[in-house]
Each structure stands twice: as C-alpha cells, then as structure tokens.
C-alpha cells in the first residue's frame, strides 16, 4: 500500500519561500507520476506541479510555473515542492499524489491519482 506524508508548511509573509515534502513508502515509484495539488475551503482542489519520477521532467500550473519547483530524491523516497516568491493567493492546503502510470503519461487530473496525502497547511500573509 503506497503511503504518502507531506510536512513543510506553515505561515511565512508575502514574498517568502517554503519547502513543502512528500515521504513516499510502500512502493518502487519508478513508474509513478507524483503531483501536487492544493485547495482552499470552498473551492476545487487544484493542479499546481508534477514529476515523473523516472526522468524528474517537472510540469507546472500557470500560476506557479517560475516561482515553485518540484524535485525528487531517488535514494530518500522524497517529493520536494520548492515554493518561492510566494502570494496570499498561494495560501491552500497542499497535498501530495501519486499516479502509477503505465507510459509516464503526466496528468493534471484528480480522478488519476490513485493515492493521496492527508495535505499541509500553507498560509502567505499579506
């Protein structure tokens, strides 16, 4: 059973940076996609970044693409979400996903994650 641990996030000011993380167990995750996607109360849970772990090509939501990061460390088993330049737009909680893709295909859609964290809170002050 593949288990997925976000830590990372909490308060920091307009501007700043947060490195968010995702402890993945439970699987070799050569031929996963992880993602991240976050969400604030009322609205959709959002795509924002993923990796393909078999490369580490990144993709990126618009709204974030030149301002967060997304790596992985083969060796730790880590999803690492680089958060710079941040917004209170940016404030969500942050959740982790991983996608067991047979061709690498990356996705932005929730429904193809097949496992998920139970999320990390960001909050950007204005």
């Known amino acids: 059973q593949v288990h997925l641990v976000e830590s990372g996030g909490g308060l920091v000011q307009n501007g700043g940076s947060l490195r968010l993380s995702c402890a993945a167990s439970?699987?070799?995750?050569?031929?996963?996609?992880m993602g991240w996607f976050r969400q604030t109360q009322g609205k959709e849970r959002e795509f924002v970044a993923a990796?393909?772990?078999?490369?580490?090509?990144?993709y990126y939501a618009d709204s974030v693409k030149g301002r967060f990061t997304i790596s992985r460390d083969n060796a730790k088993n880590l999803v690492y979400l680089q958060m710079n330049s941040l917004k209170p737009e940016d404030t969500a909680v942050y959740y982790c996903?991983?996608?067991?893709?047979?061709?690498?295909?990356?996705?932005?859609?929730?429904?193809?994650?097949?496992?998920w964290g139970q999320g990390t809170q960001v909050t950007v002050s204005s």
């Open positions: 990796i393909r772990w078999s490369d580490g090509r990144g």
């Open positions: 439970g699987r070799t995750f050569s031929n996963y996609v």
């Open positions: 996903a991983a996608d067991e893709t047979q061709f690498g295909i990356v996705t932005t859609a929730l429904d193809q994650y097949d496992y």
